[in-house]
């Protein structure tokens, strides 16, 4: 169930993968206008497809939202440049799980946007205090960590900057909460809590399956059924995305110089194999057909 905002604003979500389909229509849903910006052409002329495949799924996870899916599409705009959000009250950055990418948004976004409008950075891993320090004003920078699936994971872990103003914080927490949106904020640090924590369980879950010590299926049944999880750490691995799960551990590595951060070769060689999860219809499980399978060991 979405929570109306007490006031519709204009948000822009640019880089609109899975991370941005889903928070693009959970703000639609919400009744805000949404700019969604995609730089990729052929991905952006695509969304109007995607959209509408995403929503069918968020209410099948989440239920309706008593918005027609006509009006709910209609409230996204799909500009052609980034320029388009020029006058957009927040800018989500939900681009690829990269550093330099993302330096190289803020620093084009210190052009665009207006003076007093917020930039919340989506990311798992990258630290938002660099981020901030290529913002025009980085007291309107702050972390906000998007979960997957979208619609239905309550909690959106919260990371100020060192320079994040008081005022940008309370906006921030209010702002979630006209979503229907826990705010939990935390420290920044590189992979903040959830991250640092469930990568190295999605990580060492991808060495037990290339040592052979248990197949993906078998690995995530015990935490379902023995911890009570709602899903298992290579299902949610692929429901990330693996490239993303491989760009994050490069990043904690690269950060906290600690090898228990270095990537599952085995995890590397499935993205360089192009299976990168539910998203390319294969990672450690096959989703080719209605019925999912599990995809062979190394």
Same mark, same amino acid.
């Given at each position: 169930?979405q ?8 948000v822009a979500?640019?880089?609109?993968g899975?991370?941005g389909?889903g928070?693009?229509l959970?703000?639609a ?6 700019i969604?910006?995609?730089?990729? +052409? ?6 109007p ?12 996870l989440?239920?309706? !939202?008593?918005v027609?899916? *006509?009006?709910?599409? $209609?409230?996204? &705009?799909?500009p052609?440049?980034?320029e @388009? ?9 939900c ?11 803020a620093? #084009? ?13 989506? %990311?798992s891993?990258v +630290?938002? %205090?660099?981020?901030? *320090?290529r913002?025009?004003?980085p =007291? ?5 960590h998007?979960m997957?699936?979208? @619609?239905s ?12 103003s008081?005022? =940008? ?13 826990? #705010?939990l ?5 590189p992979?903040?809590? !959830?991250?640092? /924590?469930?990568?190295? /369980?999605?990580?060492?879950? *991808?060495? /037990? ?6 197949e ?7 935490? &379902? ?11 949610? @691995?692929d429901?990330?995305? /693996?490239? %993303? ?18 990537c599952? +070769? ?8 192009g299976?990168? $999860? &539910?998203k ?10 209605? =019925? %999912?399978?599990?995809?062979a060991?190394?």
């Amino acid at each position: 169930m979405q929570h109306e905002p007490s006031a519709s604003t204009h948000v822009a979500v640019i880089g609109i993968g899975e991370m941005g389909l889903g928070i693009a229509l959970l703000l639609a849903s919400s009744g805000h206008e949404v700019i969604a910006f995609e730089k990729d +052409p052929v991905r952006r002329a695509a969304l109007p497809h995607e959209f509408k495949r995403q929503l069918r799924r968020q209410r099948m996870l989440a239920g309706e !939202s008593g918005v027609p899916q *006509a009006d709910l599409i $209609g409230r996204i &705009r799909v500009p052609d440049e980034v320029e @388009a959000v020029r006058d957009a009250d927040w800018i989500i950055d939900c681009i690829v799980e990269n550093e330099d990418a993302k330096i190289a948004l803020a620093d #084009a976004l210190s052009d665009i946007v207006r003076p007093d409008a917020v930039i919340a950075v989506n %990311t798992s891993c990258v +630290p938002i %205090t660099r981020l901030a *320090a290529r913002a025009t004003d980085p =007291t309107r920078v702050i972390g906000m960590h998007f979960m997957n699936p979208v @619609a239905s994971i309550d909690a959106v872990e919260v990371i100020p900057a060192v320079q994040t103003s008081v005022d =940008t914080e309370e906006q921030a927490a209010a702002f979630l909460t006209s979503l229907g949106k826990n #705010a939990l904020f935390v420290s920044d640090s590189p992979g903040f809590v !959830s991250n640092r /924590l469930s990568h190295l /369980l999605m990580n060492e879950a *991808a060495m /037990l399956v290339s040592e052979g010590v248990a197949e993906p299926g078998r690995i995530d049944s015990i935490f &379902r059924d023995g911890y009570g999880h709602r899903m298992g750490p290579l299902e949610t @691995a692929d429901l990330i995305g /693996l490239d %993303t799960v491989v760009n994050s551990l490069d990043v904690l590595f690269a950060e906290f110089k600690d090898t228990k951060f270095r990537c599952s +070769p085995y995890l590397r060689r499935l993205v360089d194999a192009g299976y990168l $999860g &539910r998203k390319s219809g294969r990672g450690f499980y096959d989703y080719s057909s209605k =019925t %999912t399978t599990k995809v062979a060991s190394a």
